[in-house]
């Protein structure tokens, strides 16, 4: 069951035809995912042919040649090959003014309580940059197009390598490894080395200090980082020299990275002299993180695809007299052991009333006969979310309000999903205002009345859906006015949520749904990432009634 294959381009089934309809048990085995790779595909004759190349011209033949390695990469392996983060940063330099510094600090790690340390989850800047995961590190990239090779210097700031630390937390890469250990040989041959040069993470503080003290190359030279320019931060003893659950809580910031902290002490405070340069680094950054490469979509699909069926496994488990928390159990277990890393956020298993709570993660309550249950769950898999979000009968049944209710919203959803392609020409903003209308309509002819703006806003308070790559919020910064372009990746999530009140006709109180899918924006159809997690009516109840389920 659930079982993919391609088709031929020619086949008269296309995938659109299938993922905006969704779902159903005789056709699942069908489904047409369309599979993108990167074409770049200039003569190479062409490039040989150049004779005493200038500076620009060899970087843009490192460029083009960066792009072919690439996509010839992208399409062996579902993660993240180490030469797209140096395309990543060539690209991020090439948005930088001259004689920039761009700073992007990473994460420390964070405590419940002493001694007791949470999993270790990088800030996703880094990541997407550098693809190094480890807690209290840095990055610097100085872009000088006459000084450096490739245009721009990367240096790293890392955690060093100690013998007696890592007899309690395994070993760290360390100050010699960072440069060459993650570097693909192509990368190297090409000048775009994983890392120019790296320090130890204590270093930090005096290269900022210099950094904002010394005079930038250009007037129009900028300081980009997220980092606050007050508070300063004393960077623990403790964070490098001793094992991690002997170290004190700190912030998620790795200490050694807030902007001030070398100035601590001074007598009068000094105001550093490039202090009125620094601005923020996500505005900048978010241009390329909104939109998805082709490696990118992969381990996006990836992630979807063991998600929906973890899901699945949740919905077969399900039963009057299961607890909430057993379902999430069974979704976490099941995405773990298809490869996940973790859960990319605490679940909603929300049965019967619970579900009108929108994040409701007490998860605690016990599923009732006759009761709705809405899961709200996605893993994640090679630093990328996946944010699935599925209502099915406890029983396995539907009953005919539900029915009405779920018909109705899933309606709404397909509607929106149809939208999602760069010919559409719409917004996030835009796929609220259809969801509302068609979603308006649905139930006033389901509640017998015409419904005001005010019931609605009761109904169905969220917004349709949101952007979504290494974090399942990815990225914040980024209206949802803007127009929908291909590759990038967004949810899909009408609801519907009636409250106990005799507003609303009886026979629909106290039921709460949500159907939730990851799209990729196609330029004329989009892609559902999450297409394993059946959502047609008649799925969920096969799948719920044990009639069909994963084959892994």
């Known amino acids: 069951m659930f079982r993919l294959q391609k088709l031929s381009p020619l086949s008269p089934l296309t995938w659109k035809s299938i993922a905006v309809r969704g779902i159903h048990a005789t056709s699942a085995r069908r489904i047409f995912i369309s599979s993108r790779t990167c074409q770049s595909k200039q003569s190479q004759s062409q490039e040989t042919q150049l004779r005493n190349p200038s500076k620009q011209q060899l970087l843009q033949f490192q460029k083009r040649q960066l792009y072919r390695i690439a996509s010839e990469t992208i399409e062996e392996k579902e993660e ?25 600090a990473g994460f420390t790690l964070r405590y419940a309580t002493g001694g007791i340390f949470h999993e270790f989850h990088q800030n996703t800047d880094l990541l997407y940059l550098t693809g190094f995961n480890e807690p209290d590190a840095a990055m610097l990239l100085e872009k000088d197009t006459a000084k450096f090779d490739g245009g721009h210097r990367f240096t790293m700031f890392v955690r060093p390598k100690n013998p007696s630390t890592e007899i309690w937390d395994g070993p760290c890469v360390g100050v010699e490894d960072a440069i060459k250990e993650y570097g693909a040989d192509e990368v190297r041959q090409l000048k775009f080395k994983y890392c120019d040069q ?89 241009q390329l993180r909104l939109v998805k490469s082709d490696a990118e979509i992969r381990v996006l699909r990836r992630a979807g695809k063991i998600s929906g069926r973890a899901i699945v496994d949740a919905m077969a488990a399900t039963k009057p007299g299961v607890s909430e928390k057993y379902l999430h159990a069974v979704v976490e277990f099941s995405a773990k052991r298809r490869g996940a890393d973790w859960l990319a956020y605490v679940p909603v298993v929300a049965s019967g009333l619970n579900a009108l709570t929108l994040h409701y993660v007490v998860n605690r309550g016990v599923l009732r006969d006759g009761d709705l249950v809405l899961m709200d769950a996605g893993c994640e898999y090679g630093n990328y979310a996946s944010d699935i979000t599925r209502t099915w009968p406890a029983n396995g049944k539907f009953t005919l309000a539900q029915q009405q209710l779920y018909s109705a919203v899933l309606k709404t959803q397909k509607a929106c999903i149809d939208k999602c392609t760069e010919l559409s020409n719409v917004s996030l903003d835009d796929l609220q205002n259809i969801a509302f209308e068609v979603l308006k309509a649905e139930c006033s002819k389901l509640f017998g009345r015409r419904l005001s703006y005010n019931d609605m806003n009761k109904l169905y308070p969220h917004h349709v859906g949101h952007w979504m790559g290494m974090d399942v919020h990815d990225v914040q910064s980024v209206s949802r006015t803007i127009k929908l372009k291909k590759n990038m990746v967004v949810t899909i999530e009408p609801g519907i949520y009636v409250p106990n009140s005799d507003v609303f006709p009886e026979q629909y109180r106290g039921i709460g749904i949500r159907i939730e899918d990851d799209i990729v924006i196609g330029h004329d159809n989009p892609t559902i990432l999450s297409v394993e997690a059946p959502k047609e009516i008649v799925d969920i109840e096969a799948v719920c009634q044990g009639l069909v389920g994963t084959r892994d």
């Open 80 to 104: 993240i090959p180490a030469i797209e983060f140096a395309l990543r940063r060539a690209q991020f330099a090439a948005l930088l003014p001259e004689g920039s510094v761009a700073i992007v």
């Open 198 to 286: 790296a320090f130890t993470i204590t270093k930090l503080p005096h290269r900022l200090s210099q950094i904002l003290d010394t005079q930038l190359a250009q007037t129009n030279s900028k300081i980009l980082t997220d980092l606050p320019k007050s508070h300063p931060l004393v960077p623990s003893p403790h964070a490098t020299s001793s094992h991690a659950a002997s170290a004190p809580a700190v912030p998620a910031w790795t200490p050694y990275a807030t902007l001030l902290t070398y100035l601590e002490g001074s007598t009068p405070p000094q105001r550093p002299t490039n202090l009125y340069k620094v601005s923020p680094l996500a505005p900048v950054l978010a």
